[in-house]
């Protein structure tokens, strides 16, 4: 799926590039019926879950300088690049993309962090892409020399609790932390968008809503809300331990009257959502766009 330039002008736009778990559809050494017909025809593979911040509004001196913000970098990342290519031009070779203006990152798992390599030399070779991150999050990075030949060519930004980043008139990103499984102490940050005209929350990951009391007033005071909808229940995990995210039917009860648009987001391969049988009518999509 690629988009195009004209959706994008004039306008600050969500568009959403993935709605899967960190391993995506298919998932790595699964044989269950979705994930080998995923195998199959890869028309059925859905990416991991990230949503782009388009601003497709002019320049003061008029010019269309379409800039690109990605939230995390998951390992589908050269695939969502792609469907972005008619808004990321090289300035001089026609055959190539350049890299999104700015990543900000909500955590530290293989989901989230996992495309950076994609950026470092090896790959797309980036410099200067400013990279929004916990402090904690910059230094699980930092300290693992896997990342080291991507981190050499970009310019770390530390973010902090409740304090927005500006990316344009009217437009703010504001990291929030909620509880998530936290291996290293890093932290996990939900974003707040707030653009000219409407707010958007991006929550693809917590432990469960009870451990965040704020959840409610959260969410509440924003028009569109992309949450956790990893597991819908505790049948998809064959006998494991209870992995920490909220179970869908959880969340749509307890937000039953929010006055929000609620979308799904973050879903597991095992996830009966995945269907489409249309029993929950909001889970998000690849190349949905959300104006803002």
């Known amino acids: ?121 090896e790959a797309m070779d980036a410099h200067g892409l400013p990279l929004y991150a916990s402090a904690g999050v910059m230094g699980v990075l930092g300290k693992t020399a896997v990342w080291q030949p991507f981190l050499q060519n970009i310019k770390p930004v530390i973010l902090q609790d409740g304090q927005p980043v500006r990316l344009g008139d009217g437009l703010t990103i504001t990291p929030i932390a909620v509880p998530h499984r936290d291996e290293w102490g890093a932290g996990t940050f939900a974003f707040r968008v707030q653009g000219p005209t409407h707010s958007l929350l991006y929550l693809p990951d917590i432990d469960s809503w009870d451990a965040w009391p704020q959840a409610w007033n959260v969410l509440s005071a924003v028009d569109v809300a992309l949450v956790d909808a990893s597991f819908y229940s505790t049948e998809e995990l064959n006998g494991r331990t209870p992995v920490a995210h909220p179970l869908v039917n959880d969340t749509l009860t307890r937000f039953a009257n929010l006055p929000t648009q609620l979308l799904l987001t973050h879903l597991n391969h095992t996830n009966p959502l995945l269907a489409g049988d249309g029993t929950v009518g909001n889970v998000a999509y690849g190349g949905q766009l959300i104006e803002l």
């Open 1 to 121: 799926m690629s988009l195009t330039l004209d959706l994008f002008l004039g306008k600050v736009t969500a568009v959403v590039l993935g709605i899967m778990q960190d391993g995506g559809l298919p998932h790595a050494g699964c044989r269950c019926p979705r994930c080998a017909a995923a195998f199959a025809d890869p028309t059925q593979a859905e990416y991991a879950a990230c949503l782009a911040i388009i601003d497709g509004r002019p320049t003061d001196s008029g010019d269309d300088n379409v800039t690109v913000t990605l939230l995390d970098a998951t390992p589908d990342i050269k695939f969502q690049l792609n469907m972005l290519a008619d808004l990321l031009p090289h300035p001089t070779r026609a055959a190539r993309l350049r890299p999104p203006d700015a990543i900000f990152l909500t955590h530290a798992h293989m989901g989230h962090i996992g495309g950076l390599p994609q950026l470092g030399p």
